[in-house]
């Protein structure tokens, strides 16, 4: 079946870095754009960033640019989130999600993972 | 950005009675190719979002249709006709017309 796992998450120091992974499987992975949302603790929802099905095309949240970096290597359904310059704002869980429909780059996200937290604190 | 807002923030539903949430959003969600991306979503407590409606009003694959969408533009609206034990989370609207994706601020519905 369809299944995206989040996997990378954890206490790191602000200032410091950390890479997320998402490990697709169960559909066909170099078809679809894949995305970050994140979820600070008892909040709502925020999207982080967006790469298109062949990773020529990636978009990001003004509250990461320049930080953070999406990236995807089809050959091994894996999409990645190198997150640098990490501040107490960005803890939160983070979840990796597809989009609905193939080719898109902005659509609606149908499969979503369990998600993975990160928590930036001395 | 495109900014949405769902009201209210929270609503408590007797088992068997209905439920309507609504969605606003700062600029209409209404593409030049006809499509309207305005999707709903359901957090259950401790679990991931799930998608329910996209494109207004066409429900997902397997959810069950005591769950509806409606709206055009601007203005939408999520309807559960009786609501169940299991629909108990935190429910959000998101649009997709333009990056950045955008959600609501989430409305929480749980069970008298």
């Known amino acids: 079946q369809v299944q995206l796992v989040e996997s990378g998450g954890g206490v790191v120091q602000p200032g410091r870095s950390l890479r997320l992974s998402c490990a697709v499987s169960g559909f066909t992975f170099s078809s679809y754009g894949i995305h970050w949302v994140r979820q600070a603790p008892g909040k709502g929802l925020e999207w982080v960033a967006v790469i298109s099905y062949d990773g020529s095309n990636k978009y990001y949240a003004d509250s990461v640019k320049g930080r953070f970096t999406i990236s995807r290597d089809n050959s091994k359904n894996m999409v990645y989130l190198q997150m640098n310059s990490l501040g107490a704002e960005d803890t939160a869980v983070y979840y990796c999600a597809k989009n609905l429909w193939q080719w898109l780059v902005s659509d609606g996200l149908d499969i979503w993972g369990q998600g993975t937290m990160v928590t930036v604190s001395s | ?112």
């Open chain 2, 1 to 112: 950005d495109i900014v949405m807002t769902q009201t209210p923030l929270s609503l408590s539903v007797t088992p068997g009675q209905p439920a309507s949430i609504s969605c606003k959003s700062s600029q209409s969600l209404l593409h030049s190719d006809g499509k309207t991306y305005l999707y709903w979503y359901l957090q259950k407590p401790g679990q991931s979002p799930q998608l329910l409606i996209y494109e207004v009003s066409k429900r997902l694959s397997g959810v069950p249709d005591r769950f509806s969408g409606s709206g055009s533009g601007t203005d939408f609206t999520l309807k559960i006709r009786r609501v169940e034990a299991e629909d108990v989370g935190v429910y959000y609207c998101m649009q997709s017309i333009q990056l950045p994706l955008t959600f609501g601020g989430g409305t929480k519905v749980d069970i008298k």
